[in-house]
């Protein structure tokens, strides 16, 4: 069921589009790294950049030819919802010294998952709201409602232990000079999940399309940047 067919034009589709397509080769780069040194946390990351990458074309669906139930629900569960708890565990993996403990987080957070997916699926809609470029979930789904409220639920926290790890990280890489392209790349990360969470906030909250979606390509841009730099070979300590 198309809302609205007509669309919103190129000029706010071409971010999310871009987004999506950065998001989606951040996530090959991570899944062939997976494949050959078998890190955990890249293998979780690389989903989380493959959610990224789909939510971000659900969103350019949506403004370039109008938005549809199944294309809200999408960027909704994968892009609202789900996505910063996975790029968290994929920290937790990096971070933690016993691999059971993120094993276990992996467990709870797939039962999490399963639960919001299965609340978005079903949770009902009101069409009128998708009519707009950028709907919102309190509009869509009803403010107060499981699958409105789950966004804050799960990637409010999720960003904040984020952004604490890689701060934190970056804070025990200073002053090690063969850290240095680690280092740069950690802030950079933690500077472009940043500029995601506070464009797409600022933007939905005062409905500013163009912050929003500029947002969303903008930072994975710096986040893909930083993760090339964190993974460039770090220099022989003298």
């Known amino acids: ?53 789909v939510a971000s074309l659900a969103m350019y669906l949506g403004v370039v030819a109008g938005w549809t139930v199944a294309e809200f629900k999408t960027y909704w569960l994968l892009g609202a919802i789900l996505n910063v708890p996975f790029l968290f565990l994929g920290e937790a993996y990096l971070l933690t010294k016993r691999r059971a403990l993120a094993h276990a987080l992996l467990a709870v957070l797939v039962v999490l998952a399963v639960v919001a997916a299965w609340v978005v699926v079903g949770a009902r809609t009101s069409a009128s709201p998708l009519s707009s470029a950028l709907p919102l979930g309190k509009d869509v789904f009803g403010g107060g409602t499981k699958a409105h409220r789950l966004a804050q639920l799960y990637s409010l926290p999720a960003y904040f232990l984020l952004l604490g ?26 500077f472009g999940a940043t500029i995601v969470a506070v464009g797409s906030g600022i933007g939905a909250a005062f409905d500013i399309v163009p912050l929003f979606s500029a947002g969303l390509a903008a930072g994975i841009a710096v986040m893909f940047w930083g993760f090339l730099q964190a993974a460039r070979p ?4 003298a």
């Not at 919103?8 to 998001?23: E, N």
């Not at 680690?182 to 802030?187: A, D, I, M, N, P």
């Open 165 to 190: 790890g890689l701060l934190w990280s970056a804070s025990q890489m200073r002053g090690r000079s063969e850290l240095r392209n680690r280092t740069t790349g950690t802030v950079a990360i933690a």
């Open 234 to 237: 770090t220099a022989a300590k």
């Open 1 to 53: 069921m198309t809302i609205g067919a007509a669309g919103h034009g190129w000029g706010l589709a071409v971010f999310p589009l871009l987004a999506g397509l950065i998001a989606g080769v951040f996530s090959l780069v991570l899944l062939v790294r997976f494949a050959q040194r078998r890190r955990p946390a890249e293998g979780v990351w690389s989903l989380a950049m493959m959610m990224y990458a």
